[in-house]
């Protein structure tokens, strides 16, 4: 079983840039592909971007593509979501969360393991 940890939300303004981190304790994160998902206030969660066990597959949604940057540093334990180019619809909680699937799905209910999320701000 493994716990994860978000940080590194806050308010930003619209073009800024932030780094979200979800550290892992318990079971290493390299045993899991690691997503990142969403929730903006009364709306579903949405998927962000999926990194493989590996590093080797990763996968964003169309919304984000092109700003977002998933990546992974196994030695630290560690999952990042670098977000540049913010806008205000990219308001919402982040969460992190892991998948036992060595390729990652896209799809919330796949993943076994949650981190209690971080808000994230971007003011226009």
């Known amino acids: 079983q493994v716990q994860l940890v978000e940080s590194g939300g806050r308010l930003v303004q619209a073009g800024g840039s932030l780094r979200l981190s979800c550290a892992a304790s318990g079971r290493t994160v390299s045993s899991y592909a690691m997503g990142w998902f969403r929730q903006a206030p009364g709306k579903e969660r949405e998927f962000v971007a999926v990194i493989s066990r590996s590093g080797g597959l990763i996968n964003y949604a169309d919304s984000v593509k092109g700003r977002f940057t998933i990546s992974r540093d196994n030695a630290k334990n560690t999952v990042y979501l670098q977000m540049n180019s913010l806008k205000p619809e990219d308001t919402a909680v982040y969460y992190c969360?892991?998948?036992?699937?060595?390729?990652?799905?896209?799809?919330?209910?796949?993943?076994?393991?949650w981190g209690q999320g971080t808000q994230v701000t971007v003011s226009s």
């Open positions: 969360a892991a998948d036992s699937n060595p390729w990652g799905r896209l799809v919330e209910y796949e993943y076994a393991y």
